[in-house]
């Protein structure tokens, strides 16, 4: 004997099923197919002490993907750059690296090259003696004297 279901126990049913559905952000996301990562920008140069914050896409889509375990990025020389798990890049040394965005199963990558920022000379700064000074330790007139400076 075949059991039958009356059309309210149906959509009973299928209500009970898909209750637990839900649009959260802890369900997870549909990956295009052949889907490739978009890393913006693309390639940069930063200095040695800078930071840089990249975005990643998913061609087709519009939307940034944001911050989740699922989303991981890396560099590939960590002497010349470190990316943190937010995607914000930091300038270490002089040189080219690769950063690296992961997210289920694709791949995308920036060309970071970081140079390195000069370090500005710093002078001793100017002192002046007054050559009168220097005349009264030799024991000569120093009303004539005239200032002068030295480095």
């Known amino acids: ?70 989303l991981v990025w890396s560099s590939s020389d960590e002497q010349v750059a470190a990316v943190t798990p937010n995607g914000v890049v930091f300038g270490r040394a002089g040189g080219a690296t690769d950063i690296v965005a992961r997210w289920h199963g694709l791949r995308g990558v920036a060309r970071i090259t970081v140079v390195v920022t000069p370090i500005p000379e710093v002078k001793p700064p100017k002192t002046c003696t007054p050559l009168a000074l220097s005349a009264a330790k030799r024991g000569v007139d120093a009303t004539t004297a005239i200032p002068t400076c030295k480095r």
């Open 1 to 70: 004997m075949r059991a039958h279901l009356s059309f309210q126990s149906r959509v009973l049913v299928a209500v009970a099923l898909l209750g637990g559905c839900s649009s959260s952000p802890t369900e997870p996301q549909l990956v295009p197919l052949g889907g490739v990562l978009l890393v913006s920008p693309a390639a940069a140069s930063i200095g040695d002490r800078g930071t840089l914050q990249l975005t990643v896409k998913v061609t087709g889509s519009n939307q940034s993907l944001t911050p989740s375990p699922e």
